[in-house]
């Protein structure tokens, strides 16, 4: 693959990476300061949203450098929708996870992103390589 078309790839991954994963961790951090908010009696919506927003940034950070790496590494014969979408459920269920058992805020949405990247991996099968032979 040449430089220039491996660089454009590896940027539109970082930026689908960190979008991904900004909305994966401000949706799980959200609902999850809403649903404490709820069971504490009136939620604040600036609490929530700040929270939300506070995890979204996280999320972006680790999307970023997470999501190319997977894709590069694990992922490369998966269609894109699959791998973003598949990745960021694991992603968001490691977040709710960790936020409902008060436990491992940072370690287990990582645990999630990255079993749901070798589930895809092994999941979908790699096309059949078709091979050419030029004679002459």
Not at 59 to 71: D, E, F, N, T
Not at 81 to 87: L, P
């Amino acid at each position: 693959m040449e430089i220039k078309r491996a660089a454009a790839v590896t940027g539109g991954l970082v930026l689908v990476g960190g979008v991904a994963g900004a909305a994966a961790s401000a949706l799980a951090v959200g609902l999850s300061a809403l649903a404490f908010a709820l069971l504490d009696g009136a939620p604040r919506l600036g609490h929530v949203l700040g929270m939300a927003l506070f995890g979204g940034g996280i999320g972006a950070a680790y999307g970023a450098v997470l999501g190319p790496l997977a894709a590069w590494l694990l992922m490369r014969h998966v269609p894109l929708g699959v791998a973003i979408g598949g990745t960021m459920l694991g992603t968001l269920a490691g977040g709710v996870a960790g936020l409902v058992l008060d436990t491992h805020y940072f370690t287990l949405p990582l645990a999630g992103f990255a079993l749901s990247a070798l589930a895809i991996r092994f999941a979908v099968p790699r096309p059949e390589r078709v091979r050419v032979r030029v004679e002459g």
